[in-house]
């Protein structure tokens, strides 16, 4: 079982051009759009999060459940759902704007165990910035990388949502001795303002950069790096490509049955080649449509 923990909410997509151009909600959120594609892929996998009771909220659990996703775990609250308002420029890459005050998501409180047979918790986001959810979700993570549990991190970061930089940078250095895998975009990297060794060194046995249609590249302990190339697509928006990425990876180690904290840094040229080419196919796919879609298994032949 691998558990996504973090926000769901609903991001509201132009469907035009200018300021006015008419919105259209479809389901997201870093760690909602990671559980889905997990789901899609085959994974069994289990979601951890609070959603608001509200018609939106109940959309984003059918979502989950479409896809074979456990959300038994997952909290209510009377609270509206988180809002994302999205922009898209003219090569499809999104950014967003957000409405989150005295949301469900925002009041997340640990769970005092895992699901059972739980091998890896994903964390990352919105979730991991805003109070007093953060705070939360901050403590299951040491709690379960203290347990021997397979951790992975995507920061994903959104400025417009971190008032001080400087603290957040620090609290996510304070994160990495709780990390298995760190996933992170070359943009969020340059942002954090750190190296993948300095970043390895803290904890994580491998690092994983994503550099948009140009590819991905890991990074391990001893100094190896693996690149693959980008998969060429005609790219509709960019919008839980990311989020794709992070399924596959988890999809891909669990196949190798490499979910422990010190595998990723076993797997030799080979194998590292074959789990970031499975993430570009993957997530080239969402690319070449409109919103967060990731692939299902039988679309890379897995299935």
């Given at each position: 079982?691998?558990?996504?923990?973090?926000?769901?909410?609903?991001?509201?997509?132009?469907?035009?051009?200018?300021?006015?151009?008419?919105?259209?909600?479809?389901?997201?959120?870093?760690?909602?759009?990671?559980?889905?594609?997990?789901?899609?892929?085959?994974?069994?996998?289990?979601?951890c999060s609070r959603t608001s009771s509200d018609a939106?909220?109940?959309?984003?659990?059918?979502?989950?459940?479409?896809?074979?996703?456990?959300?038994?775990?997952?909290?209510?609250?009377?609270?509206?759902?988180?809002?994302?308002?999205?922009?898209?420029?003219?090569?499809?890459?999104?950014?967003?704007?957000?409405?989150?005050?005295?949301?469900?998501?925002?009041?997340?409180?640990?769970?005092?165990?895992?699901?059972?047979?739980?091998?890896?918790?994903?964390?990352?986001?919105?979730?991991?910035?805003?109070?007093?959810?953060?705070?939360?979700?901050?403590?299951?993570?040491?709690?379960?990388?203290?347990?021997?549990?397979?951790?992975?991190?995507?920061?994903?970061?959104?400025?417009?949502?971190?008032?001080?930089?400087?603290?957040?940078?620090?609290?996510?250095?304070?994160?990495?001795?709780?990390?298995?895998?760190?996933?992170?975009?070359?943009?969020?990297?340059?942002?954090?303002?750190?190296?993948?060794?300095?970043?390895?060194?803290?904890?994580?046995?491998?690092?994983?950069?994503?550099?948009?249609?140009?590819?991905?590249?890991?990074?391990?302990?001893?100094?190896?790096?693996?690149?693959?190339?980008?998969?060429?697509?005609?790219?509709?928006?960019?919008?839980?490509?990311?989020?794709?990425?992070?399924?596959?990876?988890?999809?891909?180690?669990?196949?190798?049955?490499?979910?422990?904290?010190?595998?990723?840094?076993?797997?030799?040229?080979?194998?590292?080649?074959e789990l970031l080419s499975l993430a570009a196919r993957?997530?080239?796919?969402?690319?070449?449509?409109?919103?967060?879609?990731?692939?299902?298994?039988?679309?890379l032949s897995l299935s």
């Amino acid at each position: 079982m691998i558990v996504v923990a973090g926000e769901a909410l609903i991001d509201l997509v132009p469907q035009g051009t200018g300021a006015l151009a008419q919105l259209k909600p479809a389901l997201g959120g870093g760690p909602y759009n990671t559980a889905l594609a997990l789901g899609r892929l085959g994974s069994p996998t289990a979601f951890c999060s609070r959603t608001s009771s509200d018609a939106f909220g109940q959309a984003l659990l059918d979502g989950l459940r479409g896809a074979g996703v456990d959300v038994s775990a997952v909290q209510r609250g009377s609270e509206p759902t988180t809002l994302a308002v999205a922009t898209i420029d003219e090569s499809g890459s999104a950014a967003y704007s957000f409405y989150v005050q005295g949301t469900a998501d925002r009041l997340f409180t640990a769970p005092a165990a895992l699901p059972e047979g739980t091998r890896a918790v994903s964390f990352g986001t919105c979730s991991l910035v805003l109070e007093p959810g953060a705070s939360a979700y901050e403590e299951l993570l040491h709690r379960a990388a203290a347990e021997g549990v397979f951790t992975a991190l995507d920061p994903n970061i959104r400025t417009g949502l971190i008032p001080d930089p400087a603290a957040y940078r620090a609290r996510f250095k304070s994160w990495l001795p709780s990390v298995s895998l760190l996933k992170l975009s070359e943009e969020d990297a340059a942002w954090l303002g750190g190296t993948p060794r300095e970043w390895l060194d803290a904890g994580p046995a491998a690092v994983v950069i994503t550099r948009g249609g140009d590819g991905l590249t890991a990074f391990t302990r001893d100094g190896a790096e693996h690149s693959v190339p980008g998969v060429p697509v005609d790219v509709v928006d960019t919008i839980g490509a990311g989020d794709t990425v992070n399924a596959a990876l988890l999809h891909g180690l669990a196949a190798r049955d490499a979910l422990s904290p010190e595998a990723p840094a076993a797997l030799d040229a080979e194998g590292w080649t074959e789990l970031l080419s499975l993430a570009a196919r993957a997530a080239a796919i969402t690319c070449s449509r409109a919103g967060a879609e990731p692939p299902y298994a039988s679309e890379l032949s897995l299935s």
